[in-house]
């Protein structure tokens, strides 16, 4: 069946927020233990909620530090994140197209607003659906179904992109095409060991992975 629907996950796939990211955990950990994280310790919590992976860390003082982290990323948002190669035209072209297009991610509204200002992305985009939309966050399949019925979309006719195996089990698990970024943060051999339907080199390979298949 033909793909009419494309969900995005936003950061490390539309946006580059890794270095963002990184630092804003490196500031949060090492506020509240001084010396004990270094750069490669905070890659595992890139994908989870922030509520997951500070709970498992301290649950009493899990909201302390999440507004600390929120406070150092929105105040160095603009200075650190970047943008990725071919995203903006791909976009804009899907959208040309009539695709219906979403965002799904795990971070607040007013942190995804930020980034789709600053790339000028927040035009092409129907519907998004953040961590303040649901209850279950990706892998969990609530934030994609939400997106499908909000656009009136089927599954079947829907593809699911990002970075992280979050994006690419909860895009299975809600019964969409899965494509994975090989500029993950976590490695292209990351990101395809969870076998994704399509992996691509950069954004602008969806438009001829949907050409070929008669769909563009």
């Known amino acids: 069946m033909k793909i009419n629907t494309v969900l995005f996950d936003l950061d490390g796939t539309l946006i ?3 270095e963002l990211i990184i630092s804003s955990f490196l500031h949060t950990l090492n506020t509240y233990y001084p010396e004990t994280y270094k750069r490669e310790d905070v890659l595992p919590f890139i994908g989870p909620s922030l509520t997951e992976t500070f709970s498992a860390l ?11 982290y929120r406070a150092y990323n929105h105040a160095n948002h603009d200075a650190l994140v970047e943008e990725y190669e071919t995203v903006y035209e791909t976009v804009e072209a899907l959208h040309k197209q ?17 980034g789709l200002k600053l790339f000028d992305l927040r ?11 649901v209850t279950n966050v990706k892998p969990h399949p609530e934030p994609i179904e939400q997106a499908l019925r909000l656009l009136d ?4 006719e ?15 698990s809600a019964g969409t095409r899965t494509a994975a970024v090989a500029w993950s943060i976590k490695g292209r051999e990351y990101v395809a060991s969870y076998h994704p339907t399509y992996i691509l080199e950069r954004m602008s390979d969806l438009l001829g992975i949907l050409a070929e298949e008669g769909e563009v």
């Open 58 to 68: 301290d649950p009493e003082r899990t909201e302390e530090m999440i507004a600390c």
């Open 16 to 18: 580059n927020t890794n």
């Open 153 to 156: 979309a089927k599954p079947e």
């Open 158 to 172: 829907a593809l699911m992109v990002g970075d992280n195996h979050h994006d690419i089990l909860g895009g299975r």
């Open 123 to 133: 035009k092409f985009f129907d519907v998004i659906v953040t961590i303040d939309d």
């Open 98 to 114: 009539g695709y219906k297009l979403g965002i799904v991610t795990t971070k607040a509204r007013v942190t995804v607003e930020m």
